[in-house]
């Protein structure tokens, strides 16, 4: 048998969902990086720093202490109530950490949790894009219909009311957020999430509120969905240690919400991982508990990067928005008349460069890359030389 008919015999033992949904378009450009000499990577959304030896000790000696059990399906009492004290402290938000905070495998976990627990099948989620790629295809797993809400450059990427209230239907459940945001970097304002609360208030909505980069917040602080009068009955928050704390690779997140929500997800939990790793748990305690240091360093120095990298798009000849947060710049690249996935794959071709093109991230995302900031100065000072040499031959400068 054939490559192509075994293919086409096993697409009909998967079922439709699966079949139907396509692989991330942002492994596809780091993939193809990864094969080539060279190549400076802009593409894969993490910190260039290494996880602080204190945590990487800490999981250690619980190794050498023999705790290497299972934890409580919703994570170490002692960690839910790090998580809790510090998202008072920090952002003025109180969870019961007995039954209101869950600890996921990474905050992609969590994401997953939030929509399985609330959507039915043929349920509206209205997703404000650009935005993680995993959104959409999560919520077509569950039966539900993601419905894309723009956001344009010319407002910074901030989602306006108006286009939310345009797409509100009897079967709009639930509306997905993530500010600081992935990929272009913005941030809400006070008045505009106020608006935007209201809505969602009057509309009688949940919002699942994805604030991965929330300490990653460079001109203004963070504004939290459920600080806001009314919100917090009706929001499940996620976030998690992968960007603030630079443990990627050590897949430890959280979830917090009312506890009806936080116990619906945590009976999904329980029979999908049962509990995050045990020995990311003890380096999760000690990175809340002792790594406020690092971050810092890291949060200075991103936003020292950020701006140094826009400035030099700009004079490289594509427009680009100041980013308020997380660690990327989104640039269009209209003035070259590519498309998004022709620029990002001549760049990597031409000048060894690797960014992801913006179509991945929905609507909007069209006519821009995403390019990670979150690398050396060098490597940053090293593509825009690459850049300019790029774009000469196309918009002439």
Same mark, same amino acid.
Not at 119 to 125: L, S
């Given at each position: 048998?054939?490559?192509?008919?075994?293919?086409?015999?096993?697409?009909?033992?998967?079922?439709?969902?699966?079949?139907?949904?396509?692989?991330?378009?942002?492994? #596809?450009?780091?993939?193809?990086?990864?094969?080539?000499?060279?190549?400076?990577?802009?593409?894969?959304?993490?910190?260039?720093?290494?996880?602080?030896?204190?945590? #990487?000790?800490?999981?250690?000696?619980s190794l050498e202490r023999?705790?290497?059990?299972?934890?409580?399906?919703?994570?170490?009492?002692?960690?839910?109530?790090?998580?809790?004290?510090?998202?008072?402290? #920090?952002?003025?938000?109180?969870?019961?950490?007995?039954?209101?905070?869950?600890?996921?495998?990474?905050?992609?976990?969590?994401?997953?949790?939030?929509?399985?627990?609330?959507?039915?099948?043929?349920?509206?989620?209205?997703?404000?894009?650009?935005?993680?790629?995993?959104?959409?295809?999560?919520?077509?797993?569950?039966?539900?219909?993601?419905?894309?809400?723009?956001?344009?450059?010319?407002?910074?990427?901030?989602v306006e009311p108006e286009?939310?209230?345009?797409?509100?239907?009897?079967?709009?459940?639930?509306?997905?957020?993530?500010?600081?945001?992935?990929?272009?970097?913005?941030?809400?304002?006070?008045?505009?999430?106020?608006?935007?609360?209201?809505?969602?208030?009057?509309?009688?909505?949940?919002?699942?509120?994805?604030?991965?980069?929330?300490?990653?917040?460079?001109?203004?602080?963070?504004?939290?969905?459920?600080?806001?009068?009314?919100?917090?009955?009706?929001?499940?928050?996620?976030?998690?240690?992968?960007?603030?704390?630079?443990?990627?690779?050590?897949?430890?997140?959280?979830?917090?919400?009312?506890?009806?929500?936080?116990?619906?997800?945590?009976?999904?939990?329980?029979?999908?991982?049962?509990?995050?790793?045990?020995?990311?748990?003890?380096?999760?305690?000690?990175?809340?508990?002792?790594?406020?240091?690092?971050?810092?360093?890291?949060?200075?120095?991103?936003?020292?990067?950020?701006?140094?990298?826009?400035?030099?798009?700009?004079?490289?000849?594509?427009?680009?928005?100041?980013?308020?947060?997380?660690?990327?710049?989104?640039?269009?690249?209209?003035?070259?008349?590519?498309?998004?996935?022709?620029?990002?794959?001549?760049?990597?071709?031409?000048?060894?460069?690797?960014?992801?093109?913006?179509?991945?991230?929905?609507?909007?995302?069209?006519?821009?890359?995403?390019?990670?900031?979150?690398?050396?100065?060098?490597?940053?000072?090293?593509?825009?030389?690459?850049?300019?040499?790029?774009?000469?031959?196309?918009?002439?400068?």
């Amino acid at each position: 048998m054939s490559m192509v008919n075994q293919t086409q015999v096993h697409e009909t033992r998967l079922s439709d969902a699966v079949n139907r949904i396509a692989p991330s378009g942002i492994r #596809r450009f780091f993939d193809l990086a990864t094969s080539m000499d060279n190549v400076i990577s802009l593409g894969v959304g993490e910190p260039d720093y290494t996880t602080p030896w204190n945590v #990487r000790e800490a999981s250690i000696h619980s190794l050498e202490r023999g705790l290497t059990a299972y934890t409580a399906n919703a994570g170490l009492i002692e960690l839910r109530r790090a998580i809790s004290t510090y998202l008072t402290k #920090r952002f003025a938000i109180d969870y019961n950490p007995d039954n209101e905070v869950v600890v996921t495998v990474g905050a992609s976990e969590g994401i997953d949790l939030a929509i399985r627990a609330i959507v039915n099948p043929g349920d509206e989620v209205l997703i404000v894009e650009p935005c993680f790629v995993s959104y959409a295809p999560i919520v077509s797993l569950t039966g539900g219909v993601p419905v894309p809400v723009p956001t344009e450059i010319s407002n910074d990427f901030m989602v306006e009311p108006e286009e939310i209230v345009k797409r509100i239907t009897p079967k709009t459940k639930a509306i997905m957020l993530s500010y600081p945001n992935n990929p272009t970097g913005a941030v809400m304002s006070r008045k505009k999430m106020a608006e935007v609360a209201d809505l969602v208030i009057e509309h009688d909505l949940t919002v699942i509120s994805d604030e991965i980069y929330a300490e990653l917040s460079y001109d203004d602080e963070h504004v939290s969905v459920p600080t806001f009068p009314g919100m917090w009955e009706r929001t499940i928050l996620i976030s998690g240690f992968s960007k603030s704390f630079a443990m990627t690779g050590w897949r430890i997140g959280y979830l917090c919400a009312p506890e009806p929500y936080a116990s619906a997800m945590l009976k999904i939990h329980q029979y999908a991982m049962m509990c995050a790793s045990t020995m990311a748990q003890y380096a999760a305690l000690e990175a809340l508990e002792n790594g406020q240091e690092m971050m810092d360093e890291m949060i200075t120095s991103y936003r020292q990067r950020r701006n140094y990298f826009v400035k030099s798009l700009r004079e490289a000849g594509l427009s680009c928005h100041t980013p308020g947060g997380a660690f990327y710049a989104f640039p269009s690249i209209k003035e070259t008349g590519l498309t998004s996935e022709e620029f990002a794959e001549a760049f990597l071709m031409e000048e060894r460069v690797a960014v992801v093109p913006g179509h991945v991230f929905g609507v909007g995302g069209e006519g821009h890359v995403r390019c990670s900031y979150a690398a050396s100065m060098s490597q940053l000072e090293e593509v825009v030389e690459r850049l300019k040499r790029f774009n000469a031959a196309r918009i002439g400068r």
